[in-house]
């Protein structure tokens, strides 16, 4: 077949990551491979590359002579790679984010001209990323792809055919698997965090795990940030770490050899309060390292009912009403919630926020990954000065009084690692791919998603996390 692969960019990252494993698995297959990008890619790619720079990151509004011209240069580029035959799939990365406003009219055109489409989502704009979200219905009647099955049973939910939508999880490719310290740290072992730490990966909870770690283990954190609004928030929990003396230490992917913090860390840990794949619950276990921490219940269940245990993860942390200011939630919560609603167009502020109000009402306490840095700032502050407030939140959550693994990690690792190895390796990426793309040839569809079901399912109470939804508050 000839496939091909589309997005914004081929910059470091993981959709750029996944585009040169589709590209490889691909052409290892026999498969014809272009990649229609809108920037030179920095480093190597194991397929031709044509720049289109019109398909590049674009903040201007909508304009339908700027979106024909694309649509004309990414025709022209097929037509140079084969000529006088037709791509058999082009095969589009997050088309759904509105980084490129004209992409969603772009891709309507090259349809209307019989060019077969594949949109793969990695990210959902409907996800808490209203500065991507497109104010015009997605393209329709064409195949779409989802990296986990969350997001495939929500398109299906918002009107999308079950055999239009194709669950394309990312192949795992193992860390070297090597006892190498070089430059790694001193010991006690270390409980390693390997995240790039923006607000959604919940440094908060991370450190506010490590204060209940009996063993007072240090606890590394991999990379800092790079974007300016996740920056404010990591220099806080620098600060409080350094105020406080805690074993916690940021950037040690930036002092330490990688492959040697892996082999001398005790676990790896996550406190993530949102993945679109979720690479963290399963690369620890190829490493050779058991993982423990948040439980990301609707992205783990694609792994667990493919054997991958992770019964010893938690789902969430019980703060009781009174370790923080409620109504100051109550109350940031409203204002992220009326913004979120002002940016996807919507109206239904009151509607929404009787729904927030009844679903907090009910509750005991609240999940300490719901929380804003300012209040899991308190709730730290409190475990820290009161053995009390430690005891009382052990009482809520007994698993905190042993946090980590449970016993019987080496069988655990062994197990999971046969389990991730089997179901998540290249040579099975490639038939998914191949049967998805036969799908886009064979199977022509009528569907189209109904963006208000999609952005509901995100907007619910128990999803909607300050750190992913709310400005940063000192």
């Known amino acids: 077949m000839r496939i091909a692969l589309m997005h914004f960019h081929l910059k470091s990252g993981g959709v750029t990551t996944v585009i040169k494993q589709q590209a490889a698995v691909l052409r290892a297959a026999g498969h014809e491979v272009l990649i229609v990008c809108g920037e030179s890619p920095a480093g190597a790619v194991p397929a031709p590359v044509t720049v289109v720079p019109g398909l590049g990151y674009e903040d201007a509004p909508r304009d339908r002579a700027k979106a024909q011209a694309i649509r004309d240069d990414v025709l022209g580029a097929l037509a140079r790679a084969w000529p006088g035959r037709p791509v058999d799939v082009l095969h589009v990365h997050n088309p759904t984010l509105a980084k490129n406003r004209n992409l969603q009219q772009v891709l309507k055109t090259l349809q209307r001209d019989g060019v077969p489409l594949l949109c793969q989502i990695h990210d959902l704009a409907e996800d808490g990323r209203p500065g991507a979200y497109f104010d015009e219905p997605y393209v329709a009647d064409c195949h779409y792809a989802t990296v986990n099955g969350r997001d495939r049973n929500l398109l299906i939910q918002a009107g999308l055919d079950v055999r239009g939508v194709h ?92 492959t040697g913090l892996v082999a001398c860390s005790r676990f790896w840990l996550t406190t993530s309060i949102t993945e679109g794949f979720g690479f963290t619950f399963l690369d620890a276990w190829p490493a050779g390292k058991a993982l423990w921490g948040r439980k990301l219940a609707d992205i783990c269940e694609d792994f667990e009912v493919r054997g991958v245990r992770l019964a010893d993860l938690y789902d969430l942390i019980l703060v009781p009403w009174d370790m923080i200011d409620g109504a100051r939630l109550l109350r940031l919560m409203t204002d992220a919630l009326n913004d979120a609603l002002s940016s996807y167009g919507r109206a239904d502020r009151e509607a929404q926020a009787v729904r927030f109000r009844s679903w907090f009402g009910v509750r005991e306490g609240v999940d300490f990954g719901l929380l804003d840095e300012g209040a899991q700032r308190t709730v730290l502050d409190r475990v820290l000065s009161d053995q009390s407030a430690l005891n009382r939140l052990v009482f809520l959550n007994p698993f905190l009084a042993a946090p980590g693994p449970a016993a019987g990690t080496a069988t655990r690792i062994a197990q999971n690692k046969t389990a991730v190895l089997r179901h998540f390796n290249t040579e099975r990426y490639a038939r998914r791919l191949t049967a998805a793309y036969d799908a886009v040839g064979n199977r022509p569809l009528t569907q189209h998603i109904d963006k208000r079901v999609l952005l509901d399912a995100f907007l619910s109470p128990e999803r909607f996390t300050l750190l992913k939804w709310g400005a940063y508050h000192e």
């Open 167 to 258: 669950y394309l999880p990312n192949p795992i490719a193992p860390l070297p698997s090597s006892a190498a310290t070089a430059n790694a740290p001193p010991a006690p072992s270390p409980v390693l965090y390997p995240v790039r730490a923006i607000r959604r990966k919940n440094i908060g909870e991370a450190i506010f795990l490590h204060l209940f770690d009996p063993s007072k283990a240090p606890l590394y954190i991999t990379l800092p940030p790079n974007s300016d609004q996740d920056l404010p928030a990591y220099r806080m929990w620098q600060a409080f770490a350094a105020r406080h003396e805690l074993k916690v230490h940021f950037e040690a992917g930036l002092h330490h050899d990688f």
